[in-house]
Nanobody, 127 residues
Framework: QVQLVESGGGLVQAGGSLRLSCAAS????????MGWFRQAPGKEREFVAT????????YYTDSVKGRFTISRDNTKNTVFLQMNSLNPEDTAVYLC????????????????????WGQGTQVTVSS
Protein backbone atom coordinates (compact mmCIF):
# COMPACT_ATOMS: atom_id res chain seq x y z
CA GLN A 1 0.00 0.00 0.00
CA VAL A 2 1.28 3.47 -0.91
CA GLN A 3 -0.01 6.66 0.63
CA LEU A 4 0.41 9.92 -1.26
CA VAL A 5 0.19 13.41 0.21
CA GLU A 6 0.33 16.49 -2.01
CA SER A 7 1.34 19.96 -0.91
CA GLY A 8 2.36 23.28 -2.37
CA GLY A 9 -0.87 24.48 -3.91
CA GLY A 10 -2.25 27.96 -3.43
CA LEU A 11 -3.38 31.17 -5.04
CA VAL A 12 -1.09 32.80 -7.58
CA GLN A 13 -1.43 35.52 -10.19
CA ALA A 14 -1.24 34.75 -13.87
CA GLY A 15 2.37 34.44 -14.95
CA GLY A 16 3.44 33.22 -11.54
CA SER A 17 4.92 29.93 -10.39
CA LEU A 18 4.20 27.18 -7.90
CA ARG A 19 6.01 24.01 -6.95
CA LEU A 20 3.89 21.05 -5.95
CA SER A 21 5.24 18.16 -3.93
CA CYS A 22 3.89 14.66 -3.44
CA ALA A 23 5.32 12.64 -0.58
CA ALA A 24 4.93 8.88 -0.74
CA SER A 25 5.03 6.37 2.06
CA UNK A 26 5.33 2.66 1.71
CA UNK A 27 7.70 0.48 -0.21
CA UNK A 28 10.58 1.20 -2.54
CA UNK A 29 9.67 4.48 -4.19
CA UNK A 30 11.85 3.92 -7.23
CA UNK A 31 9.69 0.94 -8.19
CA UNK A 32 6.79 3.28 -8.88
CA UNK A 33 5.98 5.34 -11.92
CA MET A 34 4.41 8.60 -10.85
CA GLY A 35 1.94 10.94 -12.46
CA TRP A 36 0.30 14.30 -11.92
CA PHE A 37 -3.31 14.86 -12.93
CA ARG A 38 -5.67 17.78 -12.47
CA GLN A 39 -9.38 18.24 -12.21
CA ALA A 40 -11.15 21.54 -12.70
CA PRO A 41 -14.72 22.11 -11.51
CA GLY A 42 -17.22 20.41 -13.79
CA LYS A 43 -14.48 18.75 -15.85
CA GLU A 44 -13.00 15.31 -16.00
CA ARG A 45 -9.67 14.51 -14.42
CA GLU A 46 -6.93 15.04 -16.99
CA PHE A 47 -3.35 13.93 -17.32
CA VAL A 48 -0.63 16.53 -16.75
CA ALA A 49 2.75 14.79 -16.50
CA THR A 50 4.39 11.48 -15.71
CA UNK A 51 7.83 10.30 -14.71
CA UNK A 52 9.43 6.88 -14.71
CA UNK A 53 10.78 5.25 -11.57
CA UNK A 54 14.34 6.10 -12.50
CA UNK A 55 13.38 9.69 -13.25
CA UNK A 56 14.97 9.49 -16.68
CA UNK A 57 11.80 9.42 -18.75
CA UNK A 58 9.12 12.08 -18.54
CA TYR A 59 6.08 13.00 -20.61
CA TYR A 60 3.72 15.97 -20.58
CA THR A 61 0.37 16.89 -21.95
CA ASP A 62 0.73 19.44 -24.74
CA SER A 63 -0.83 22.33 -22.84
CA VAL A 64 1.91 22.34 -20.16
CA LYS A 65 4.98 21.52 -22.26
CA GLY A 66 7.66 24.15 -21.76
CA ARG A 67 5.95 25.50 -18.63
CA PHE A 68 5.78 22.56 -16.21
CA THR A 69 8.58 20.24 -15.10
CA ILE A 70 8.11 16.95 -13.30
CA SER A 71 10.96 15.53 -11.25
CA ARG A 72 11.52 13.15 -8.37
CA ASP A 73 13.90 12.54 -5.50
CA ASN A 74 13.92 8.84 -4.77
CA THR A 75 16.00 9.36 -1.63
CA LYS A 76 13.14 11.43 -0.20
CA ASN A 77 10.22 9.48 -1.69
CA THR A 78 8.94 12.66 -3.28
CA VAL A 79 7.82 13.75 -6.72
CA PHE A 80 7.61 17.40 -7.72
CA LEU A 81 5.76 19.48 -10.27
CA GLN A 82 7.34 22.85 -10.99
CA MET A 83 4.74 25.06 -12.67
CA ASN A 84 5.80 28.27 -14.36
CA SER A 85 3.94 30.82 -16.47
CA LEU A 86 0.67 29.82 -14.90
CA ASN A 87 -2.57 30.98 -16.45
CA PRO A 88 -6.19 30.83 -15.25
CA GLU A 89 -6.80 27.70 -17.33
CA ASP A 90 -4.39 25.88 -15.00
CA THR A 91 -6.77 26.34 -12.08
CA ALA A 92 -7.69 22.90 -10.73
CA VAL A 93 -7.15 20.39 -7.98
CA TYR A 94 -3.84 18.70 -8.70
CA LEU A 95 -3.47 15.06 -7.73
CA CYS A 96 -0.50 12.77 -7.79
CA UNK A 97 -0.76 9.10 -8.62
CA UNK A 98 1.48 6.05 -8.38
CA UNK A 99 1.70 2.56 -9.75
CA UNK A 100 4.23 -0.23 -9.64
CA UNK A 101 6.18 -0.19 -12.90
CA UNK A 102 7.64 -3.26 -14.61
CA UNK A 103 10.77 -1.38 -15.63
CA UNK A 104 12.60 1.68 -14.36
CA UNK A 105 11.79 3.43 -17.63
CA UNK A 106 8.05 2.86 -17.69
CA UNK A 107 5.64 5.78 -17.48
CA UNK A 108 1.89 6.11 -17.93
CA UNK A 109 -0.51 8.75 -19.18
CA UNK A 110 -3.90 7.23 -18.45
CA UNK A 111 -5.91 7.47 -15.25
CA UNK A 112 -6.75 3.79 -15.26
CA UNK A 113 -3.06 2.84 -15.19
CA UNK A 114 -2.60 4.16 -11.67
CA UNK A 115 -3.36 2.26 -8.48
CA UNK A 116 -2.80 4.88 -5.82
CA TRP A 117 -4.00 8.47 -5.58
CA GLY A 118 -3.48 11.39 -3.26
CA GLN A 119 -6.23 13.70 -2.04
CA GLY A 120 -5.08 16.62 -4.15
CA THR A 121 -3.98 20.19 -3.63
CA GLN A 122 -5.85 23.24 -4.95
CA VAL A 123 -4.15 25.53 -7.43
CA THR A 124 -5.92 28.77 -8.26
CA VAL A 125 -4.55 31.19 -10.83
CA SER A 126 -6.08 34.65 -10.90
CA SER A 127 -6.12 36.82 -14.01
Amino acid sequence: QVQLVESGGGLVQAGGSLRLSCAASGRTFSNYAMGWFRQAPGKEREFVATISGSGVKVYYTDSVKGRFTISRDNTKNTVFLQMNSLNPEDTAVYLCAARVAPTSGSYYQTRSAYSYWGQGTQVTVSS
